[in-house]
C-alpha cells in the first residue's frame, strides 16, 4: 500500500517562524515588563541571562532534537524514547487542551477592543451618563473610565466567583471568530500553518517598532525608561528574583507542551535544530527586552500625563477656592504658593487640606501591572491620551491578536500532531474534520470564560492549569532522555541529524544544572502553595471601584486539584498501564 | 438675598489661552446684558432692565455674585428659581456670547445636563465583526472546497495508476508499490529511528 509522506515545512525559514511566533507570545509584552520593575529593573537582566544559559538554551535543544529525531507527535515521541513513557506525551497534550481551551479567550477580548477602536472618541476615553444624565456613571466615577470599560462594558463582571451570571453573547460572539480564525490557519496542517507563521512572526516587530517611535517620542517616556533601567541590584540577593527570572524563562519558551516537538517532527531530520535553538531563544529573550523598552515608555508617558493632570486639579481647586487670577498658580511655585496660603487664610486652607492630594511621579511609576491589567487597561489609557489614538489602537490589537494566534497556533499543533499521526483516528477522518472537531469543542467548553464570573475562571486557569504540571513534564523529558534514553545515544544521534555531536556545555546542562534548577522550582512552588494555606482571588467590588481579595469556594479549590491531576497523574499511570500491559503479553506468551 | 443669588466664575485664559480677553467694565455690561435678555425671553414680560442686574464680589479670578431685581415691585429679587431657569433656556447663547463654554463660564447652583455622546443605530462594532466574520468565513470555505477537490484529484490519480500497472503500462519505478520519486525526499539518509530499535530489543 501507498505511505502518506509526512507534511514537511517548506523551508527551514517556516520552522524557525513558527517556533519564534509560538514562543514570543503575550507573556514577553505583559509579564516580563512586570517582572524587570519588580526585581530590580536593569539588574533582573542578570539572572535573566543565566537562566537562559543554564535552562532556556539546552531545553529548548532538547525538545526540537527529540520532535526531529522521532518525526512524531509529543505521544509517539516519548513512547519511542522508552514505552513506560507514553504518560508524558499525554500529559503534554492534556496541558495543552487545557491552554487552547482558555488562552483563546485573550484572543476574543483583543478582537472586542480592535472592533471598537473605529471610534472617535475611543469608548473608553469617557465615562458613560447616568440615566438622568447629570453626570457621569457611579462606577464610572469611583475607578476610571479604561477600567471601567474592561470590567463592566467588556466583561460585566460579577462581584465573586458563586455569581456566575449569563453568558455574555457579544463576547461569545468574539470568542466563536477567534476560533474560526485558528481553524482558518490550522485546517490544512503544515501547508497552511507554514503560510500564516511568516505573519504572525514579523508582524509584531513592525508594530513594536512603530510604538517605540512613538513611545519614545512621547512627553514623559524619559521617566518611565529611567525608572526601569536604574539597576536595583540589592534585589539580587533575593531569592524571588532568580526563580521569578528562572520561572520567566522556563514558561516564555513553552516547553513541555508538545507544541515544539510537534513543529520539529514536520522537519526534515538533516536540519541543523541546534543553530535554530539558539536563535529562538536568544531572539524570544530580545524581544522580551524590547518590549519592556516599549512599555516603560508608555508607563512612562502615563504617569507623566496622570502626575500633571492631578497638579493640575490641585492648582484648580486652590484657584477656585482663594479666587486667586487665572495663571498665578504654576507647577513651579505650587509649593511656595501653598505655604503662602497656608500663612494668609490658615482656616479656609486647613478645611481644604483633605481635598488636596499629594501628587507623585514615584508613585504613579509604581503601580506595577501585569497580565490581562497592563495589556487592557494601562494600554488602552495611554492610547486613549495619544494623537490619532484610533490608529495605534488599532496597530496595538493587532499586534495582540498576532502574538495571541501564534501562540494558538503552537498549542492546536500540540494536540493535533499526536491525533493525525495515531492510525486509528488518522484512517478514519481527514485532518480538516479533526481540527474542526477540536476546534469546536474548545470553542464551547470556551463559552465559560465568557460567563460574568468568567474572568475568575480565566483566572484559576491562567494560573494553574499548566504550572506545576509543566515543570513537572520538563523534568521527567530531561531525565528520561539523559538517563533512560542514555545521553550517548542521544549523542549519536544528534551526529547523525547534525553532522556533529553536542559538546560538553549542552551535556553539562542537559544531565546536571536544568534537571536541578527544574527540581528547585518545583520545591519552591510546592512549598509556596503549601504555606499560603487557603488560596485567594481578586474579584472586582463594582460599589467601591476596586479589586478585593476573596477566597476561593469549595468546589473552585477541587476544580484546581482536578487540573494539576488531570495532567501529572498520567506520567505515573501510563507508566502503570505500559508495565501491567507488558506483564500479561509476558504470561499469555509463557502459558502458551 | 443669598438665596436668590449666583456666584458665577469665569475661566478665560483656560478656555482662549493666548486669545483670552481682559475683564472689565465692558465685559460686566455685556454680562448684564445677558442676563435681561435671558430674563426677558424667559417671562415674555419686556420689564427687565440693564440696571436690574447687579454684580458685586468681583475677583481675580473672574468670579462674583450677582442678583436680578424686580423693578416692578419694589426692590425686591427675582426669585432664584425663575433666574435659573430663565439661564438654563439661553445657556447656550451667553456662553457664545463670551466665547466660552458649560465648564469655562460656571453658574455654581445651576448643573448643566451633559451632552450624550452620539450613538450611531447600529454599533461600529458589529459593522467591522461583521465584515471580519465574512471574509474568514469565506477563507475557510475556500480552503475546504480545494481540498476536497484536490483529494478527489488524487484518488483518480491513484485509481488511474493502478489501471496502469494491472495493464503493465508504467514505466515509473516503482519499489514496493511506491514510486521512487516519493522516496527520493531531500533526506536521503538512514532512517535512524530503525537503526536503534535492534538496540531497544536486545536490552530486554
Redesign the interface.
Known amino acids: 500500500a501507498m505511505e502518506k509522506s509526512r507534511p514537511l515545512w517548506d523551508n527551514p525559514l517556516q520552522f524557525v517562524f513558527a517556533c519564534i511566533s509560538y514562543a514570543v507570545g503575550l507573556g514577553n509584552v505583559w509579564r516580563f515588563p512586570y517582572l524587570c520593575q519588580m526585581y530590580g529593573g536593569g539588574g533582573f537582566l542578570i539572572p535573566y541571562f543565566i537562566m537562559l544559559i543554564a535552562e532556556g538554551m539546552p531545553l529548548l535543544y532538547l525538545e526540537l532534537a527529540v520532535g526531529q529525531r522521532m518525526r512524531q507527535g509529543s505521544i509517539g515521541a516519548w513512547k519511542i524514547i522508552s514505552p513506560y513513557l507514553c504518560g508524558v506525551g499525554v500529559a503534554s497534550v492534556i496541558v495543552s487542551f487545557f491552554l487552547s481551551m482558555y488562552y483563546n479567550v485573550i484572543n476574543a477580548w483583543a478582537f472586542w477592543y480592535l472592533f471598537h477602536s473605529f471610534q472617535d472618541p475611543l469608548p473608553w476615553a469617557t465615562c458613560p451618563l447616568n440615566s438622568n444624565r447629570t453626570g457621569y456613571e457611579e462606577e464610572c466615577e469611583k475607578t476610571s473610565s479604561t477600567q471601567y470599560f474592561w470590567y463592566r462594558q467588556t466583561l460585566n463582571i460579577s462581584p465573586s466567583l458563586e455569581a456566575s451570571g449569563s453568558v455574555q453573547w457579544e463576547q461569545a460572539l468574539c470568542l466563536t471568530l477567534a476560533w474560526l480564525v485558528v481553524y482558518l490557519c490550522i485546517l490544512r496542517g503544515t501547508e497552511s500553518t507554514g503560510k500564516v507563521v511568516y505573519v504572525t512572526a514579523s508582524l509584531p516587530y513592525c508594530v513594536l517598532i512603530i510604538y517605540l517611535i512613538r513611545g519614545l517620542t512621547l512627553h514623559g517616556a524619559v521617566n518611565g525608561l529611567v525608572y526601569m533601567f536604574t539597576p536595583k541590584l540589592e534585589q539580587l540577593s533575593n531569592p524571588k528574583t532568580w526563580i521569578s527570572a528562572a520561572t520567566q524563562i522556563f514558561f516564555s519558551l513553552g516547553l513541555g507542551f508538545g507544541s515544539l516537538i510537534a513543529f520539529a517532527s514536520y522537519n526534515e531530520p538533516s536540519n541543523n535544530c541546534e543553530r535554530h535553538a539558539i536563535i529562538v531563544s536568544l531572539i524570544n529573550s530580545t524581544t522580551s527586552i524590547f518590549a519592556s523598552i516599549v512599555t516603560f515608555s508608555i508607563y512612562g508617558f502615563k504617569a507623566t500625563f496622570n502626575y500633571e493632570s492631578c497638579i493640575n486639579k490641585v492648582i484648580l481647586l486652590l484657584m477656585n477656592a482663594f479666587d486667586l487670577e487665572e495663571g498665578s498658580l504654576t507647577a513651579d511655585n505650587l509649593n511656595e504658593m501653598k505655604d503662602y496660603l497656608m500663612a494668609t487664610h490658615p482656616q479656609e486652607y486647613t478645611q481644604l487640606l483633605p481635598q488636596l492630594k499629594n501628587c507623585s511621579l514615584e508613585a504613579e511609576l509604581d503601580t506595577a501591572v501585569q497580565g490581562t491589567g497592563l495589556a487592557f487597561i494601562v494600554y488602552s489609557e495611554a492610547i486613549k491620551n495619544m494623537e490619532v489614538p484610533q490608529l495605534y489602537s488599532v496597530l496595538y490589537f493587532v499586534m495582540l491578536l498576532m502574538l495571541g494566534i501564534g501562540s494558538m497556533l503552537g498549542n492546536t499543533a500540540a494536540i493535533l500532531t499526536p491525533l493525525t499521526d495515531s492510525r486509528v483516528i488518522a484512517a478514519h477522518f481527514p485532518k480538516e474534520v479533526i481540527s474542526g472537531v477540536v476546534c469546536f469543542i474548545n470553542c464551547v467548553i470556551g463559552l465559560i470564560f465568557t460567563m460574568e464570573a468568567g474572568n475568575y475562571w480565566f483566572d484559576i486557569f491562567n494560573d494553574y492549569a499548566a504550572t506545576l504540571s509543566l515543570l513537572l513534564i520538563v523534568l521527567v523529558e530531561t531525565i528520561a532522555v539523559c538517563y533512560i534514553y542514555g545521553i550517548r545515544r542521544f549523542e549519536k544521534d544528534l551526529h547523525t541529524m547534525i553532522g556533529r555531536k553536542p559538546n560538553w556545555y549542552w551535556k553539562i546542562m542537559w544531565a546536571c544544572a536544568s534537571p536541578l534548577l527544574i527540581i528547585s522550582l518545583f520545591i519552591f512552588y510546592l512549598t509556596d502553595y503549601i504555606l499560603t494555606g487557603t488560596l485567594q482571588y481578586q474579584a472586582w467590588d463594582a460599589t467601591q471601584g476596586q479589586l478585593v481579595t476573596k477566597d476561593y469556594p469549595g468546589y473552585a479549590l477541587a476544580v484546581i486539584g482536578l487540573l494539576v491531576a488531570a495532567s501529572t497523574m498520567c506520567i505515573p499511570l501510563g507508566a502503570l498501564s505500559t508495565f501491567v500491559r507488558k506483564r500479561l503479553k509476558r504470561e499469555s506468551v509463557s502459558t502458551v | 438675598d443669598a438665596q436668590n443669588a449666583f456666584k458665577v466664575?469665569l475661566?478665560?485664559?483656560?478656555a482662549l489661552g493666548d486669545n483670552a480677553y481682559a475683564w472689565d467694565a465692558n465685559e460686566e455690561y455685556l454680562f448684564k446684558a445677558m442676563v435681561a435678555f435671558a430674563l426677558r425671553r424667559y417671562s415674555s414680560k419686556s420689564t427687565t432692565q440693564i440696571s436690574n442686574v447687579l454684580l458685586c464680589n468681583v475677583?481675580?479670578?473672574?468670579?462674583f455674585w450677582f442678583v436680578v431685581t424686580d423693578s416692578s415691585k419694589n426692590v425686591t429679587t427675582v426669585p432664584g428659581s425663575e433666574v435659573e431657569a430663565a439661564i438654563r433656556m439661553n445657556r447656550n447663547r451667553i456662553n457664545s456670547a463670551f466665547l466660552l463654554s458649560d465648564k469655562t463660564l460656571q453658574f455654581l447652583k445651576i448643573?448643566s445636563?451633559?451632552s450624550?455622546?452620539v450613538e450611531p443605530s447600529t454599533p461600529?462594532?458589529?459593522i467591522?465583526?461583521g465584515v471580519?466574520?465574512c471574509l474568514?468565513?469565506a477563507?475557510?470555505f475556500f480552503?475546504?472546497v480545494a481540498?476536497i477537490q484536490q483529494?478527489k484529484k488524487k484518488n483518480k490519480q491513484?485509481t488511474e495508476r493502478e489501471n496502469l500497472e494491472e495493464k503493465g503500462e508504467v514505466t515509473v519505478t516503482v519499489e514496493n508499490?511506491?514510486p521512487c520519486e516519493?522516496l527520493d525526499?531531500?533526506?536521503g539518509?538512514?532512517n535512524?529511528?530503525f537503526a536503534?530499535d535492534d538496540?531497544r530489543f536486545t536490552s530486554l
Do not use: M, N, Q, Y
Not at chain 2, 475661566?11 to 483656560?14: D, G, L, P, V, Y
Not at chain 2, 475677583?59 to 468670579?63: A, E, L
Open positions: 466664575r475661566s478665560i485664559k483656560t475677583t481675580d479670578r473672574v468670579s448643573t445636563t451633559l450624550p455622546p461600529v462594532w458589529l467591522v465583526f471580519v466574520l474568514i468565513v477563507g475557510i480552503l475546504v481540498g483529494r491513484s508499490g511506491i516519493t525526499l531531500k533526506a539518509h538512514i535512524g529511528v536503534t538496540e
